[in-house]
């Protein structure tokens, strides 16, 4: 069987969803309840035939996850000289740098402190952005845009 990149992972989301849903099934039909005097009904439950298909997709799963992550260290993205693995890491790290670059980018230069409908007769205060806003702002767009750049290099190959 051959996969993309992209395939495998879906193909490991159905298998992980394939091993929830006998596990839950098991969950609902390993016991039963049988009230005195009541005759024995017990749901159907083949505790070795669910333990062996729990096996087989957990072996068929680290298989694959075995393949995808010799693939994702092996092979380079021309592009950018580095390996999908690194790319993986890449992403992660300019993920969370463009969270914070979109935090930073939002704020205003100024901002009110407090509230002057409260009837205070202290002095206003504001709090000041002490960058420059509008760079962290090109920053934002910059890191978003390598992000999909890298996201597009990776499914290319």
Do not use: W
């Amino acid at each position: 069987m051959e996969f993309t990149s992209a395939s495998a992972n879906k193909y490991l989301r159905r298998l992980q969803d394939e091993k929830n849903r006998l596990l839950r099934t098991e969950q609902e039909v390993s016991t039963y309840v049988l009230a005195e005097g009541e005759a024995a009904e017990p749901p159907a439950y083949d505790y070795g035939a669910v333990r062996e298909k729990v096996a087989h997709i957990d072996a068929e799963a680290r298989a694959i996850r075995h393949a995808l992550h010799r693939f994702n260290m092996q092979t380079v993205l021309p592009e950018r000289g580095i390996s999908i693995d690194e790319t993986l890491i890449l992403l992660a790290q300019l993920s969370g740098r463009k969270d914070r670059l979109n935090e930073l980018a939002s704020r205003q230069p100024r901002e009110r402190l407090g509230d002057r409908y409260l009837g205070g007769a202290g002095q206003i205060e504001y709090r000041y952005a002490n960058y420059d806003v509008a760079r962290a702002e090109a920053d934002y767009r910059a890191v978003a845009d390598e992000i999909a750049a890298l996201v597009v290099c990776r499914t290319l190959v």
